[in-house]
């Protein structure tokens, strides 16, 4: 059964750069078909994308948050990794790592991390 | 970006109903609407993919339907194990988006 967890920090200041963790276990992360994914959720409000990335390294950034993201991946470790840069109150949220599947949806999720953004 | 609606945004029904939720894209998604469900304080599970498969380990009261931009979920017989909130979400364009969800409370 394949598991995943966030870690990192849960405090970022202002204008400084959110660093996410999610370690993947029960599976690798170079299996092909699946792609591999950071989602987010402020406090009482939906689901947004950030993007995702393949054991290759190739990435995709949701443009609303391109400028900022780096998404990165260490296959020897079984993670992959999220940063986010220039972080205002309004990137207070859950982070989600999750596997998507070519057409099989985000089938695996972490449980998220709440990072809050502020002095 | 492909904009994704839901309705109702909130529902109340008792235990034994029949819900459906329905979702609609901005411009066609061809069938690749996923389904989701959470639960406070937890994260979203997959229910549904590809429109109308049901992932493992989900109950078969859960189904989905629907193509290009209307699609819907349907409970078919409501558990008290069900109220969360749903989220569709579509995967045929980048970036993928989410709907605003619906919320499911058991009277």
């Known amino acids: 059964q394949l598991q995943m967890q966030e870690s990192g920090s849960g405090l970022v200041k202002p204008s400084q750069t959110l660093s996410l963790t999610c370690a993947v276990s029960?599976?690798?992360?170079?299996?092909?078909?699946?792609?591999w994914s950071w989602i987010r959720q402020p406090p009482g409000k939906g689901l947004e994308w950030i993007g995702y990335?393949?054991?290759?390294?190739?990435?995709y950034y949701n443009p609303s948050l391109k400028s900022r993201v780096t998404i990165s991946v260490d296959r020897s470790k079984n993670q992959f990794s999220l940063k986010l840069s220039s972080v205002t109150a309004a990137d207070t949220a859950v982070y989600y790592c999750?596997?998507?599947?070519?057409?099989?949806?985000?089938?695996?999720w972490g449980r998220g991390t709440l990072v809050t953004v502020s002095s | 970006d492909i904009q994704m609606t839901q309705s109702p945004s909130s529902l109340s029904a008792s235990v034994g109903d029949r819900v459906t939720i329905t979702c609609r894209a901005s411009?066609?998604?061809?069938?690749?609407l996923n389904w989701y469900q959470q639960k406070p304080g937890k994260a979203p599970r997959l229910l549904i993919y590809?429109?109308?498969s049901l992932q493992s380990g989900v109950p078969s009261r859960f189904s989905g339907s629907g193509s290009g931009t209307d699609f819907t979920l349907t409970i078919s017989s409501l558990q008290p194990e069900d109220s969360a909130t749903y989220y569709c979400?579509?995967?045929?364009?980048?970036?993928?988006?989410f709907g605003p969800g619906t919320k499911v409370e058991i009277k």
């Open positions: 029960g599976g690798s992360i170079s299996t092909d078909g699946y792609s």
């Open positions: 990335i393949f054991h290759s390294g190739s990435t």
């Open positions: 411009q066609t998604i061809i069938n690749y």
């Open positions: 979400q579509q995967s045929h364009s980048t970036p993928f988006t």
């Open positions: 999750a596997r998507n599947g070519d057409y099989t949806g985000l089938d695996y």
């Open positions: 590809g429109t109308s």
